[in-house]
């Protein structure tokens, strides 16, 4: 079935070790998103790429950069995660054109644990 | 700012009860609303889209209702089962062209036995 796939489900790091969450997709949508979910939160937008333009947030960290190689692949890079980017980091998928707007289609998300 | 209220935080009802769950934002010139179910530690599941020019979207037992010029949108869970227990979060637009959300925090349901 075509989906949203994160790896990995469960990610580990120390506080100030770089860190990489991979999203792919085999629904070919042109639009791809992050989301930063706190306990309990909303989930927070943090960038999203069209094609292959980045648009980021205007409160989203220096810290935290992304990567669109292809279609498919979209990588959230944490350069030197805190405590506070402990999270479910959500990669989401969207097909916009002609004016009209699709369905977003989530991954099932990395939780984030910062030792 | 767009700001995406959902009350109350938390609620409960009995199985077969039909379950409302009410959605608020800020600024009415959005482009699109949609609600979404999260299962516990999981990924958001899109349950039902509104575009800008619509009063309601169905799709089997639930039915979402949008009045933009008021700011509200409501989702209608009918008959409710165990299956339904789950959150569920409103979003709406922020912009033309980029599908970008503001997410509420959302309504916590249990479905009692």
């Known amino acids: 079935d075509a989906m949203v796939i994160q790896n990995p489900r469960y990610q580990v790091t120390q506080f100030g070790k770089p860190v990489t969450l991979s999203c792919s997709q085999t629904?070919?949508?042109?639009?791809m998103y992050w989301y930063q979910q706190k306990s309990s939160q909303a989930p927070k937008l943090l960038f999203h790429y069209y094609d292959k333009d980045f648009n980021n947030e205007a409160d989203t960290p220096d810290n935290f950069q992304s990567r669109r190689p292809n279609t498919s692949f979209c990588f959230l890079d944490i350069r030197s995660p805190g405590l506070g980017d402990a999270a479910m980091y959500l990669c989401?998928?969207?097909?916009?054109?002609?004016?009209?707007?699709?369905?977003?289609?989530f991954g099932s998300g990395t939780q984030l644990s910062v030792l | 700012k767009q700001e995406v209220t959902q009350i109350p935080a938390a609620l409960s009802v009995p199985e077969g009860e039909n379950l409302v769950l009410n959605c608020s934002f800020t600024?009415?010139?959005?482009?699109?609303l949609q609600w979404f179910r999260q299962d516990p530690g999981k990924g958001l599941t899109s349950l039902l889209l509104?575009?800008?020019?619509?009063r309601e979207q169905t799709s089997g037992r639930l039915n979402a209702s949008l009045d933009k010029s008021s700011g509200r949108s409501t989702l209608y869970i009918a008959a409710s089962q165990p299956g339904d227990s789950a959150t569920y979060l409103c979003?709406?637009?922020?912009?033309?062209?980029?599908?970008?959300?503001?997410f509420g925090k959302g309504n916590q349901v249990v479905v009692i036995p």
């Open positions: 989401a998928t969207s097909a916009i054109g002609a004016g009209q707007f699709e369905k977003l289609f």
């Open positions: 979003a709406v637009s922020l912009d033309y062209g980029n599908n970008r959300l503001a």
């Open positions: 509104i575009q800008s020019s619509q």
């Open positions: 600024d009415s010139a959005i482009y699109n």
């Open positions: 629904l070919n949508h042109n639009v």
